[in-house]
């Protein structure tokens, strides 16, 4: 053997290496994900429903209809998708990726506070049969999300403004804003 033939072929175990390295980090970063689909929904199952005397002290002197803050099972979810169209859901706005977030209150009636919430539009609710469960949100004709970032004062109103911005019309009584711990979702 001669010194070319041995470093082609250390070359080569290296290329090897690498390889394997790059296979190990993506098989990591899918039990991972996994991992945190599978504890959120775990989260989500586990968490005690929010009692209507809240939800009732919430929406005192406002003249919006009730809405019920809804942080259980994805069914309830998929119940809105199904009966109107949409489902609202509402994180806080740190949990949301900084291209969806804004320096100012989006209430349509005007607010100089700075944003502590991101409430979205969820068109679907998707999952892949192995447990992974994902959101799909509405998109407008831009293809950005349809999303309102709002601050804590006019946390009841958003996602009544959300549906008319989508719809044009009155969202119906009974509306549910569903809360998503935004830390265990992907954005991509």
């Known amino acids: 053997m001669n010194v ?10 290296a290329r090897a290496r690498i390889e394997a390295t790059k296979r190990r980090r993506i098989a990591l970063a899918a039990a991972r994900q996994r991992g945190l689909a599978h504890r959120h ?4 199952r586990n968490l005690p429903p929010v ?11 406002t003249s919006v209809t009730d809405r019920t803050l809804t942080p259980g099972a ?3 979810l ?39 919430l991101a409430t979205l539009a969820v068109a679907a609710v998707i999952d892949d049969g192995n447990g992974t469960i994902g959101f799909s949100f509405v998109r407008d004709d831009a293809g950005e999300l349809v999303r309102l970032t709002i601050c804590d004062a006019h946390r009841q109103q958003a996602s009544h403004d959300l549906y ?21 979702m992907s954005w991509a």
């Open 41 to 44: 929904a775990a989260k989500l």
């Open 164 to 184: 008319y911005e989508l719809t044009r019309r009155t969202r119906p009584a009974g509306i549910r804003a569903f809360d998503v711990p935004g830390q265990h």
């Open 4 to 13: 070319n033939d041995l470093v082609a072929a250390r070359i080569e175990a």
């Open 51 to 61: 009692s209507d005397e809240t939800t009732a002290s919430l929406t005192e002197g």
């Open 78 to 116: 998929s119940q809105d998708i199904r009966d109107h169209g949409y489902a609202i859901v509402q994180t806080r706005i740190e949990r949301v990726p900084a291209r969806y977030r804004s320096t100012q209150c989006s209430e349509p009636d005007g607010c100089s506070n700075p944003p502590t």
């Open 74 to 76: 994805l069914t309830a």
